[in-house]
């Protein structure tokens, strides 16, 4: 039978292709990370680069020697994927600047709070780790120790006082195969 008549998907580039989750940086713009943040995107690459890929392509080689149109379709967009997801962090990697600022500040309740200013990738909320982009990062980004900065939070403007400023080392979970 012709493989015309036994396909069921589209297996063009433009309609498997993983969308990759992930905030999209300003043209130009560095991606601030921390070293753990850097880290695991390398550790990442490298098993993606040395280990996955090429048994993604030896698999997808095999189902192109096969007469099964549905796995080789499968197999090629594993290889897709993973080849796209090895481009996104080597574009992330490539954009990166290391920092590592923690800043403790007290809004005009009196209430003292820290942040961890970290990547996009690296946000977690609750662990007080906030993008660089986020609008409260932006206004303590550059502020120093005794400053005074205005944030406009969803309940208003706020006035922060930089309490304290440090650099130290964020410790993030390792990149782990799946």
Wanted: aromatic share 6%; net charge negative.
């Amino acid at each position: 039978m012709s493989r015309a008549f036994t396909k069921e998907i589209d297996d063009g580039p433009e309609n498997d292709l993983p969308t990759i989750v992930g905030t999209e940086l300003p043209a130009g713009v560095k991606n601030y990370m921390t070293p753990h943040g850097h880290r695991r995107f390398v550790d990442e690459l490298r098993y993606l680069a040395g280990t996955k890929r090429p048994e993604v392509a030896r698999l997808a080689a095999q189902a192109a020697a096969t007469s099964d149109a549905l796995e080789e379709q499968t197999r090629k967009r594993n290889l897709r994927q993973t080849e796209a997801r090895m481009q996104f962090l080597r574009q992330r990697i490539e954009q990166a600047e290391i920092v590592d600022p923690l800043k403790r500040y007290r809004n005009r309740k009196g209430e003292q709070k820290r942040v961890s200013i970290v990547g996009v990738d690296e946000t977690d909320i609750g662990a007080g780790y906030i993008s660089f982009l986020s609008p409260l990062a932006k206004a303590l980004l550059r502020a120093s120790e005794g400053d005074s900065v205005s944030f406009q939070s969803p309940a208003g403007v706020d006035e922060l006082e930089v309490i304290e400023v440090m650099y130290c080392e964020i410790m993030m979970a390792a990149f782990v195969p799946a």
